[in-house]
Nanobody
Framework: QVQLVESGGGLVQAGGSLRLSCAASGRSVSMYAMGWFRQAPGEEREFVADISWSGNNRQYADSVKGRFTISRDNAQNTVDLQMNSLKPEDTAVYYC??????????????????WGQGTQVTVSS
């Protein structure tokens, strides 16, 4: 089993930055695709970004492209999300996900992911 714990959320003004971190324990996730999702109140959980096991392949939702950067440190068993130029519409609970079925990108089989408990990000206008 893999346990994921997110940290780094908080309250920030529009235009500000936050860095989220996800620490994995239980086993190494170095060969898993990893990603971030978010869920605003009353909304579906949506994809934000993912990264391959090597870090060479990254994908972003159009809404965050150019503002967010996903990275990973396999030695530390962590994945981070640097969020710049934050907007009020970025307000959500952010979740880390690990996909044991794929090494390149998240497979889309969310039921097979390991999930963290989430961290709240609130962007004020």
């Amino acid at each position: 089993q893999v346990q994921l714990v997110e940290s780094g959320g908080g309250l920030v003004q529009a235009g500000g930055s936050l860095r989220l971190s996800c620490a994995a324990s239980g086993r190494s996730v170095s060969m898993y695709a990893m990603g971030w999702f978010r869920q605003a109140p009353g909304e579906e959980r949506e994809f934000v970004a993912d990264i391959s096991w090597s870090g060479n392949n990254r994908q972003y939702a159009d809404s965050v492209k150019g503002r967010f950067t996903i990275s990973r440190d396999n030695a530390q068993n962590t994945v981070d999300l640097q969020m710049n130029s934050l907007k009020p519409e970025d307000t959500a609970v952010y979740y880390c996900a690990a996909d044991p079925t794929n090494v390149s990108v998240l497979s889309g089989l969310r039921a097979r992911y390991y999930w963290g408990q989430g961290t709240q990000v609130t962007v004020s206008s």
